[in-house]
């Protein structure tokens, strides 16, 4: 009576194929959502090493992107201002260091017009602008302060905007009683601008009046004491060519002072 009639499955045999009937539905549901994603072009996940010693260059990727994750705008920016200020901090904390300028009298030259009646005419400030003639190399080293206290960029210097840059020039190493006596004597007070060209000519100038007071004798030499021999051929025998003309006593006193 235990054999089994042809035909005809089993309790354990029709369970056995019901579960094989089921897992193959879902393999095909499972191949079928797959086949859908790709004809929708859905990216998908990319599987995962069998193994966590074998190497997968897109794993190692993914894990690289996840551990340096690159900052939003905001906090890239609030990182930077952060760092700016500790930057400033640190600075503003430290001591400045004193740097000398090597002064001379050659990095200008100062000249008189080809007639000489039209020093009559000419204010102090613009015989500066006219013939003042500054090297390159210093004028551009007062440039650098001009531009520093420009500010609202007009190519303008209010009275204390110029003091301020003059003193930058000095390292602020010229005192306010020295800055009082330039402008006294090109006449300028508390409404007068200063273009780039005057202000450039007034450091030239404070350089050339002030020569003897901040040279030292590390920084001496000959040749930075002396006038530019065009100017000294110049300005020989200037009393004798005033007497020709009318000059203010304000353009007087410059000139004889160069």
């Known amino acids: 009576m235990g054999r089994k009639l042809p035909g ?37 996940p990319e599987a995962q090493p069998v193994s966590p010693l074998v190497y997968d ?13 690159k900052p939003t705008d905001a906090e890239g920016l609030q990182s930077i201002r952060a760092q700016q200020y500790e930057y400033e901090s ?12 090597g002064l001379s009298r050659r990095i200008c030259r100062f000249e008189l017009p080809m007639d000489i009646r039209e020093l009559e005419v000419l204010h102090p400030q613009d015989y500066l602008r006219r013939h003042c003639i500054v090297c390159r190399r210093r004028s551009s080293h007062y440039r650098k302060a001009f531009d520093k206290f420009d500010r609202d960029r007009d190519g303008l210097l209010s ?66 004491g002396e006038r530019d021999p065009l100017e000294q051929a110049d300005f020989g025998s200037l009393l004798s060519k005033f007497r020709s003309c009318n000059i203010q006593p304000s353009m007087r006193t410059l000139l004889s002072l160069l």
């Open 8 to 44: 005809r499955l089993s309790a354990k045999s029709h369970h056995k194929t019901s579960a094989h009937s089921v897992k193959g539905k879902t393999r095909k549901k499972k191949r079928k959502k797959v086949a859908e994603r790709r004809d929708e072009g859905e990216e998908q």
């Open 57 to 69: 260059p897109q794993v190692a990727l993914r894990e690289l992107m996840a551990r340096h994750q």
């Open 90 to 101: 640190t600075r503003a904390k430290s001591q400045p260091v004193a740097v000398r300028m």
């Open 159 to 224: 009275f204390r905007e110029m003091e301020r840059g003059l003193r930058d020039v000095y390292g602020d190493r010229l005192g306010t009683e020295r800055v009082q006596q330039l402008t006294q004597l090109v006449l300028a007070d508390s409404s007068t601008q200063f273009d780039g060209s005057l202000f450039c000519a007034l450091c030239a100038l404070s350089e050339r009046l002030f020569y003897s007071s901040f040279v030292t004798e590390d920084t001496e030499a000959p040749e930075n």
